[in-house]
């Protein structure tokens, strides 16, 4: 593991930012793509390496899917290869085989998919043996583990000869990203109706279309808690549009409360210093990769806050909220839990000269706690961390001085 330094910094120019392309919509349009007869034209695909595995994965068709630690690359290759019959392993990193995905093999199963576990019940890594005949066209699923299970089955639902209905259970978690999946079958000629917890997508054919991927909300969000954290500072983050597909555009109205002014223009978005307005309480249901860039903004800004919809945060890349209840700590802001999953951001009081921050192989903890230049000389312990989402984040960090 290499360590990358970051200076003190709190007053930036005006920079442009070339952001990375959504590894969300990028695993998407590849998993449309392959179930698409003849040919796409697909534009803008990510560099994340969750994106690049999943190219790679498509095109080379190993008999092992190792996907490293990419979650959706896990889910969306699952439901892929169970319901097209293919036969393959399907393994990733000792984190990944941590990462539950019993309620998307047990779905599979109800379909008709022949998919058996080669470790612990529940985990990867699993085995597709073939898909023999369609069992079931109406199956419920919980909605409140993950998301990612909703999507990896309904890009496969067209080619079912009897199409799926899927019945949503629960409180449902993430439903911006199962939006995101129903528009880009939409736009990939799909028809399907999602009504109250009801996604029904009848037999159908993906047809040929172009489409460029946007750029990736997520890793926008670290730039918008930088001019949040900073005296002074103005970016212009390139290729956002208003209307996006994806869920962490919140981020412009979660910014808003925190001193952040977001102005569309030329193809992106202009952030510009806002005076901050109230206590802030936020959501993260549906945006659950937010909470991380909040947390530290709120702790960096004085900014006292009560934060829901974390928990999920517990299953990805690490215990997100362990995570950072730990490293915030380390200059004196608490992430405290409360009844009722209301967790209270308690913000810092005092930052130390120095802050080591330790990324637990998740790539938004690094990224999250950039801004964190701003106040003190910040090193992190893994640079490359940041590889699965954002390969050219530190280069990004460079372009504003931050090298
Ligand atoms: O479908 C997607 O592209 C994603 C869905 C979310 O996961 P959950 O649905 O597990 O919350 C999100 O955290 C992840 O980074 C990407
Ligand atoms: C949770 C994430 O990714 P995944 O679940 O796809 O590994 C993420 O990128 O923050």
Redesign the pocket.
């Known amino acids: 593991m290499k360590p990358i330094t970051l200076p003190v910094k709190s007053s930036f120019g005006e920079v442009t930012i070339p952001l990375p392309s959504s590894k969300s919509e990028s695993n998407r349009v590849l998993i449309i793509d392959a179930l698409t007869p003849g040919k796409n034209h697909i534009t803008n695909l990510a560099e994340a390496r969750?994106t690049q595995t999943m190219i790679r994965l498509l095109k080379e068709d190993p008999e092992t899917f190792d996907v490293l630690?990419?979650?959706?690359t896990m889910r969306f290759l699952t439901a892929f290869a169970a319901l097209t019959g293919r036969k393959k392993t399907l393994t990733g990193t000792p984190r990944m085989c941590e990462r539950p995905i019993g309620i998307l093999v047990d779905a599979l199963r109800e379909i008709g998919a022949d998919i058996s576990y080669k470790g612990q019940e529940g985990f990867p890594p699993m085995e597709t043996k073939g898909f023999n005949k369609q069992l079931a066209n109406h199956i419920k699923i919980r909605g409140d583990v993950s998301s990612?299970y909703i999507s990896a089955l309904l890009m496969n639902a067209p080619l079912l000869p009897q199409g799926l209905t899927l019945e949503l259970t629960g409180k449902i978690g993430s439903r911006t990203y199962i939006e995101m999946t129903l528009e880009l079958m939409r736009q990939f000629g799909i028809e399907y109706s999602f009504e109250g917890n009801i996604i029904k997508v009848p037999h159908q054919t993906y047809k040929n279309t172009s489409f460029a991927v946007e750029s990736d909300w997520?890793g926008a969000s670290y730039w918008f808690s930088l001019v949040a954290c900073a005296d002074k500072g103005e970016f212009f983050l390139e290729g956002l549009k208003p209307n996006s597909l994806q869920g962490d555009s919140k981020i412009v109205d979660i910014m808003d409360k925190l001193g952040v002014q977001s102005e569309f223009k030329d193809g992106g978005i202009l952030l510009t210093k806002k005076p901050v307005s109230g206590l802030p309480k936020f959501d993260f249901t549906h945006c659950p990769?937010l909470a991380q860039t909040v947390a530290v903004t709120c702790a960096l800004t004085g900014q006292k806050s009560e934060f829901t919809g974390l928990e999920s945060l517990r299953i990805?890349?690490t215990d997100r909220i362990y995570a950072l209840q730990q490293e915030l700590a380390k200059f004196n802001a608490q992430l405290v839990e409360g009844e009722n999953e209301i967790f209270t951001l308690i913000p810092s009081n005092e930052i130390p000269e120095e802050v080591n921050i330790h990324t637990y192989d998740d790539?938004?903890m690094a990224m999250a706690f950039m801004p964190l230049a701003t106040k003190t000389k910040v090193t992190f312990d893994d640079q490359e961390v940041v590889n699965?989402?954002y390969p050219s984040f530190w280069k990004h960090c460079a372009l504003v001085g931050l090298s």
């Open positions: 969750d630690d990419a979650g959706t990612q997520s990769d990805k890349e790539h938004r699965k989402s």
